[in-house]
């Protein structure tokens, strides 16, 4: 069979003479990190934002998308998911639950992720080589303080492999690419791995995300958050069932104002088993809320209650929560946690990644991770995602001609295709 090649004709003269290559027009821009809420025009050039201004012209720019009753915000950044697939490595309960993170990530918006723990110091490098390497999506990771990562029970309860000097090490061999350490799934008593955690995320000078795991009268949760934790980390699953969040009286417990007010990181943690409406709804209306949205990503959660990033959002607005405020959890916030705040912003010179997003009104049911129901009116949607520069989603064609108008052409063939036999 002879090898096909295709030929497609770019207009290279018309692209040299324009300022910009891609003008994303007249949706309401919403930027934490540089106070914009309003209606602007936002430019990228050379896979980088360009401008972010009022009234920039369309024939300044090669591609221009009609943004026009939708909001335009940074990529979201989710930095707790699974995506170390395909290794046969199993989570604690659930089987082989790790994704791929390109085929799940950008129909949600969401450019950069962490994966939260799923290789430790013994298979990084492979996870690296892998997925992180060869996704499109930007893949960071928490390294699990157990060496072979999370797997089957009891695999994350192994003391001997909690080598927290091995662990530092190995965050130190990729400085960037591992932004901090996690612990999960714990039973003990004894405080071990969220000391040997914490051990490693100090000589490597990185947060600790910690998953409590079960929790014992021994090892307290609001020990861990008052006096273990240091500021900076990161406790997940927020609103699981049985963190001791609330009082008799249904009062969001002091100690947890306390554990923020001393710096450690509240991050929502979603997944299959780790959100609670009866948790969530009075602690947020009490004023407990995230200081991170996050989803814990994998199979089982992705195909219950989470879903995906905006649909955990979308909760949150439910809750009462204002859209720019939801936007900041998941854009600077989550990026300034793993200590990258060049990423999650819409800043000048930054890398091109941005979300489009559509807030839809009607009647829509939002479900726990216990099977409870909250009743909602705003749901968000994923319209667009540019990642680095490049559309990588597009919902409803938002960066296309009409097909009566279109002029692009099939590419050009080298001799006819095969015929069928």
């Excluded at 809420?37 to 369309?58: L, T």
């Excluded at 707790?80 to 395909?86: D, E």
């Excluded at 072979?148 to 309860?157: A, D, K, L, R």
């Excluded at 405080?191 to 000589?203: F, Y």
Aim: aromatic content about 10%; charged content about 25%.
């Amino acid at each position: 069979m002879k090898r096909l090649i295709f030929f497609f004709f770019f207009p290279t003269a018309l692209l040299a003479q324009q300022k910009y290559d891609l003008l994303i027009k007249g949706g309401t821009v919403i930027d934490a990190k540089n106070g914009i809420h309003e209606v602007k025009d936002v430019a990228i050039r050379d896979r980088k934002i360009a401008a972010v201004e009022k009234n920039i012209s369309s024939k300044d720019a090669t591609k221009t998308i009609n943004a026009e009753g939708f909001y335009v915000t940074p990529g979201l950044v989710d930095i707790h998911v699974h995506v170390y697939a395909g290794t046969g490595i199993r989570d604690a309960y659930n089987g082989d639950n790790s994704i791929y993170p390109d085929g799940f990530t950008f129909r949600s918006c969401v450019t950069t992720v962490a994966d939260a723990g799923s290789s430790g110091w013994r298979n990084f490098p492979d996870f690296k080589d892998r997925v992180i390497d060869r996704s499109k999506t930007r893949v960071f990771a928490f390294l699990n303080i157990v060496g072979s990562g999370m797997g089957p029970y009891p695999t994350e309860q192994n003391t001997k492999d909690m080598n927290a000097t091995a662990a530092a090490a190995m965050a130190k061999k990729f400085p960037g690419v591992i932004v901090g350490i996690k612990t999960a799934h714990f039973e003990d008593p004894e405080w071990t791995a969220v000391d040997r955690a914490i051990e490693a995320g100090t000589t490597a000078n990185v947060p600790v995300m910690v998953d409590f795991g079960v929790f014992r009268s021994e090892r307290p949760y609001q020990e861990l958050v008052t006096k273990k934790m240091r500021p900076g980390d990161i406790s997940t699953h927020m609103y699981i069932d049985y963190i001791p969040m609330l009082d008799a009286d249904g009062k969001v417990r002091p100690y947890l104002f306390e554990a923020k007010k001393r710096g450690v990181i509240f991050d929502v943690g979603h997944g299959g088993g780790s959100f609670d409406f009866r948790q969530a709804y009075p602690a947020v209306h009490q004023g407990f809320v995230p200081d991170s949205i996050s989803t814990d990503l994998h199979i089982v959660s992705m195909n219950a209650g989470m879903k995906d990033m905006t649909n955990v959002m979308a909760k949150f607005l439910n809750l009462d929560m204002k859209l720019e405020d939801v936007v900041q959890l998941s854009t600077s916030n989550p990026a300034r946690e793993i200590h990258h705040e060049e990423i999650g912003n819409l800043s000048v010179g930054s890398h091109a990644d941005i979300a489009v997003l559509s807030v839809e009104k009607g009647n829509f049911g939002f479900v726990d991770s216990l099977g409870g129901k909250l009743e909602g009116h705003t749901k968000l949607v994923c319209q667009l995602t540019v990642r680095d520069g490049l559309v990588v989603w597009d919902l409803n064609g938002l960066a296309n001609e009409d097909w009566r108008k279109n002029k692009l052409v099939r590419p050009l063939w080298e001799g006819q295709p095969p015929t069928k036999k």
